[in-house]
T-cell receptor, first 112, second 118 residues
């Protein structure tokens, strides 16, 4: 079973609208990261939030972390057509075997 | 930002041949690199961790004789898919952690290699 699972699986919005993507995970984590992947390309790191942080901002991105609910959300404000991509959350599970585990991703389509 | 270069971006080969994929860190040293496999609309599955100067660490279920990994220098790791079969067709991606970060923070990814085995 997936450590991180994103919701929704697909999201289609109009340019200028905000996009909210959610990620839930199962076990305690050291940090949670969000990545973006354009079709047929590698991933690009967007933002990292540590387990002792609740909210972080980076440009038009805002990420929150609720460790009591084991969930995170990524908000993209004022979306642009160029934001169209797949978005993955990835977690580093607490423990010696600190591997980065990815969710299945969310496909975001921003209509011009 | 840091750049990880991966080549080739696309390869088509006949069943039974071997294919080598290169992953280079262009402006930083990477003692560790990660190799992933991704199926369409699926997550990235970690295949192995490549360690400079030592043997790679493979994830459970990944055949080390099938997927040969060599990390001969601080900037280059290679993945060789030996005796490729159609079921090996997939998107392969490498990544490396930034020098100044912990092993699993802020990974830089190559652009991926789409392997198609006929």
């Amino acid at each position: 079973s997936q450590q991180g699972e994103e919701d929704p699986q697909a999201l289609s919005i109009q340019e200028g609208e905000n996009a909210t993507m959610n990620c839930s995970y199962k076990t305690s984590i050291n940090n949670l990261q969000w990545y973006r992947q354009n079709s047929g390309r590698g991933l690009v790191h967007l933002i990292l939030i540590r387990s002792n942080e609740r909210e972080k901002h980076s440009g038009r991105l805002r990420v929150t972390l609720d460790t009591s609910k084991k969930s995170s959300s990524l908000l993209i404000t004022a979306s642009r057509a160029a934001d169209t991509a797949s978005y993955f959350c990835a977690t580093v599970v607490t423990g010696a075997n600190s591997k980065l585990t990815f969710g299945k991703g969310i496909t975001l389509s921003v209509r011009p | 930002g840091a750049v990880v270069s991966q080549h080739p971006s696309r390869v088509i080969c006949k069943s039974g041949t071997s294919v080598k994929i290169e992953c280079r860190s262009l402006d930083f040293q990477a003692t560790t690199m990660f190799w992933y496999r991704q199926f369409p609309k699926q997550s990235l599955m970690l295949m192995a961790t490549s360690n400079e100067g030592s043997k790679a660490t493979y994830e459970q279920g990944v055949e080390k004789d099938k997927f040969l990994i060599n990390h001969a220098s601080l900037t280059l790791s290679t993945l060789t898919v030996t005796s490729a079969h159609p079921e090996d067709s997939s998107f392969y991606i490498c990544s490396a952690p930034w020098q100044g970060s912990s092993l699993n923070e802020k990974l830089f990814f190559g652009s991926g290699t789409q392997l198609s085995v006929l």
